[in-house]
């Protein structure tokens, strides 16, 4: 695998920012509102689940008619 020369560079640009975001006071109370605020909805979390579970469904079906209406396919 070959590593480019910007690649390690970048990840500790990245890893530099989330210390910033958790050692910073104002980076704990940021993640302290948001999972307050994920975890005072977990109605509207459930029913987006729940939605997306069936577009994930409804894409299968759609999918596996796609699948049948092609016919058999034979390795060459």
């Not at 210390?19 to 975890?39: C, D, H, M, P, Q």
């Not at 729940?50 to 008619?65: G, M, N, T, V, Y």
């Amino acid at each position: 695998m070959k590593v480019r020369k910007w690649t390690i560079p970048l990840t500790f640009v990245g890893l530099g920012g989330l210390g910033a975001i958790l050692f910073s006071e104002r980076g704990r109370k940021l993640l302290r509102s948001t999972a307050a605020r994920v975890g005072a909805t977990p109605g509207r979390l459930a029913a987006w689940n729940d939605s997306a579970k069936q577009e994930l469904d409804h894409i299968q079906q759609e999918i596996k008619e796609l699948e049948q209406s092609l016919g058999p396919h034979t390795a060459r």
